[in-house]
């Protein structure tokens, strides 16, 4: 069939000849047909040859950008591991528990999103404009919906549960109450826990620099890798282990001062784990430039960051709360509020990213 003998049709996209053509089923027999003049169109038409060029707001970085952002972003990371050298005065404040419950929160919105909306998706390769899934961000962006509902119905139900069971207690407590007073038996219970708390302390350290140099290494290589593809894959990813390390970095420094080192040795040894995502960045940015394994380290990445939001940070987010009831220092609705805010700051910034970061041209 020649091109002239085709009716003249508007110059579309890929993703916009098949949300204009296909059914709820997708594509069939009958609707292909009807599409056959605008594809035949785009892609031989030299006016809509040009379009391709206009709207690819996507072009892969250079190596200076690359090098440039990478080393920029690793640094800020690297500089973040430290920022317990500035709270450590105030890491038993009520100020400090609530930016930390924040914290935790916001990397976990972060993570997630980052891993479900942008690595996972640049794996598959749907990203770009002519993304063979039209429309994926906002698909994507329902998952995280689901998480995001799951989570607030468990900690509503939570938060009923533990009302009804305090009125349940508080009859209990008058009776224990008046037993106590009667009880003068003394307890040998914290000498005895000291004593075994403080039994292996330098493996539990090494134990956790080794887990956190491991942990920066993967970070830097996908960073690097991140920012050989795209700036903006590279930025949400930074962005999204920056919120994770903070206070992942001010829980490691607390611990790493409670098995006996000094301030100055903590941060030191922190620092020397911190100092890995440097060497992960070179391997993932000279491997990103002259291979194709990026994608294989953005599915590896993906993965990874979804199980530690999902799987090591909202139990912890559920620590924090349990913790917090249990020694009645937030009630369960100032908790409540201090980790929703967090996750979906961490949501939106990922989403806007995601979103609108093919409109700017860098």
Not at 7 to 18: A, Q, T
Not at 41 to 63: A, G
Not at 124 to 141: A, R
Not at 212 to 217: G, L, M
Request: glycine share 8%; with cysteine; proline share 3%.
């Amino acid at each position: 069939m020649a091109l002239s003998a085709c009716p003249r049709v508007k110059c579309l996209g890929y993703d916009e000849i098949f949300n204009k053509y296909s059914n709820s089923h997708g594509m069939d027999q009958i609707s292909l047909e009807a599409a056959v003049p605008a594809l035949l169109y785009y892609t031989q038409d030299v006016d809509c040859n040009i379009v391709p060029e206009l709207h690819s707001k996507h072009k892969k970085p250079t190596s200076a950008q690359a090098w440039g952002y990478g080393i920029g972003f690793v640094s800020l990371i690297v500089f973040v591991s430290n920022v317990g050298a500035l709270l450590g005065p105030c890491m038993k404040s009520k100020l400090f528990k609530r930016i930390l419950m924040f914290c935790v929160a916001l990397a976990v919105g972060t993570l997630a999103a980052t891993g479900l909306l942008v690595l996972i998706p640049e794996s598959l390769g749907l990203t770009g404009e002519n993304s063979p899934v039209p429309d994926y961000n906002w698909k994507m962006t329902s998952v995280i919906g689901g998480i995001y509902f799951v989570f607030v119905c468990e900690r509503l139900l939570k938060m009923w549960f533990f009302r009804k069971k305090v009125k349940n207690e508080e009859e209990q407590v008058i009776q224990l109450d008046s037993e106590k007073k009667m009880d003068q038996g003394h307890s040998h219970f914290d000498q005895e826990d000291m004593v075994k708390g403080h039994d292996g302390i330098a493996s539990v350290a090494w134990i956790l620099l080794v887990g956190d140099a491991i942990h920066n290494f993967v970070d830097g290589l996908s960073i690097g890798a991140a920012f050989t593809e795209n700036v903006f894959t590279g930025i949400s990813v930074s962005l999204a282990v920056i919120c994770e390390e903070l206070p992942h970095e001010l829980g490691d420094i607390a611990i790493l001062l409670h098995s006996g080192l000094s301030m100055k040795r903590a941060l030191f040894y922190n620092f020397l784990a911190a100092v890995t995502c440097y060497g992960g960045l070179i391997i993932g940015i000279v491997v990103g430039e002259s291979t194709d394994a990026n994608m294989w380290i953005f599915g590896f990445a993906g993965g990874l960051f979804v199980y530690i939001s999902l799987v090591a940070m909202i139990p912890e987010m559920n620590e924090q709360a349990a913790l917090s009831k249990k020694n009645k220092t937030e009630s369960a609705t100032q908790v409540f509020l201090y980790q929703n805010a967090g996750l979906l700051i961490g949501f939106l910034i990922i989403i806007l990213i995601s979103y609108y970061g093919k409109y700017i041209d860098m």
